[in-house]
């Protein structure tokens, strides 16, 4: 499976984005799926989580009540929906997959597939 994120641009403090990770060549369903992030001289940090079997989005300490996430497998691709955000909140996105199931869902080392990242900026 191949991933594209999308929907990154530039939003004032408080504002919205809807991040899209579009998935090819394999259907989503069997993956597990994470969003990440990276700011400038910053590690990835795990955003958010979705398990290939459902239940409910798993998310950072720091976007909880803020972001949301949930995937369209008939449309193969998860979105993460970004409210409230903050200056905290720019860097890049990344979707990534695990066809395994994830355990520590906030490992970067424990997915294989990667999307290419999509910039999210907040400023005023």
């Known amino acids: 499976v191949q991933l594209q994120a999308s929907g990154g641009g530039l939003v004032q403090p408080g504002g919205s984005l809807r991040l899209s990770c579009a998935a090819s060549?394999?259907?989503?369903?069997?993956?597990?799926i994470a969003w990440f992030r990276q700011a400038p001289g910053k590690q990835r940090e795990g955003v958010s989580y979705i398990s290939s079997s459902g239940g409910r989005p798993l998310f950072a300490d720091s976007v909880a009540g803020r972001f949301s996430a949930s995937r369209d497998n008939a449309k193969n691709t998860v979105y993460l929906q970004l409210n409230s955000l903050e200056t905290e909140d720019a860097g890049v996105y990344y979707c990534?997959?695990?066809?395994?199931?994830?355990?520590?869902?906030?490992?970067?080392?424990?997915?294989?597939?990667w999307g290419q990242g999509t910039l999210v900026t907040v400023s005023s």
């Open positions: 990534a997959a695990s066809r395994a199931r994830v355990v520590i869902w906030y490992l970067p080392r424990l997915y294989s597939i």
């Open positions: 060549g394999s259907s989503l369903n069997d993956y597990d």
